[in-house]
């Protein structure tokens, strides 16, 4: 299962969200009245439904803990695991796979200047966290990764 985008507009019928597909994507728009319409007609996709609604709440008050009580290494230490919990959760090595955010959309989505989203995966690099090349990084050292986190531990997607 992909990431599901749209959720946002439930309340107040107006998307706040953007997406970019950064490689190739498959996209199957639902109109929300005919899901919800569905949904109370078979109630294991309602209760899915509302476990996706709960994912959702859960990431969006992740990325404000994220953004808002870290450190720029603890932000860049998250957001890797976040990462690799999201490649594992779809069938995916959850230590080796292809960034595709360059560093300016990782510094954006983090809140975080460029420079110093470049300085700390370096940093990461030298210190055998992690290895890039070019655009596929692989996780060396996850557990040096969740400690740099500390108390911030439970941050998931």
């Known amino acids: 299962m992909g990431d599901i985008i749209g959720f946002d507009g439930i ?3 107006r998307h706040q969200c953007q997406a970019v597909s950064l490689e ?8 929300f009245a005919q899901l919800e319409e569905l949904a109370s ?23 404000l803990l994220v953004v808002g009580s870290m450190g720029a290494q603890e932000r860049i230490a998250a957001f890797l695991l976040n ?3 999201r490649y594992q959760q779809r069938g ?14 990782i510094g954006s989505y983090l809140g975080m200047k460029l420079e110093t989203v470049s300085r700390l995966l370096s940093r ?13 990084i692989r996780l060396v050292d996850l557990q040096a990764l969740k400690a740099m986190i500390g108390e ?3 941050v998931r997607s």
């Open 152 to 154: 911030h531990e439970q």
């Open 83 to 85: 990462l690799s919990q």
């Open 124 to 136: 990461f690099q030298s210190k055998g966290l992690i290895n890039i090349d070019k655009s596929v």
């Open 24 to 31: 190739d994507t498959e996209v199957c728009e639902v109109p």
């Open 41 to 63: 007609r078979l109630p294991p996709l309602q209760h899915n439904l509302h476990r996706l609604l709960s994912r959702e709440i859960s990431r969006d008050e992740n990325l």
């Open 92 to 105: 995916y090595s959850s230590k080796e796979f292809v960034l595709r955010l360059t560093r300016s959309d």
């Open 11 to 13: 309340g107040n019928d």
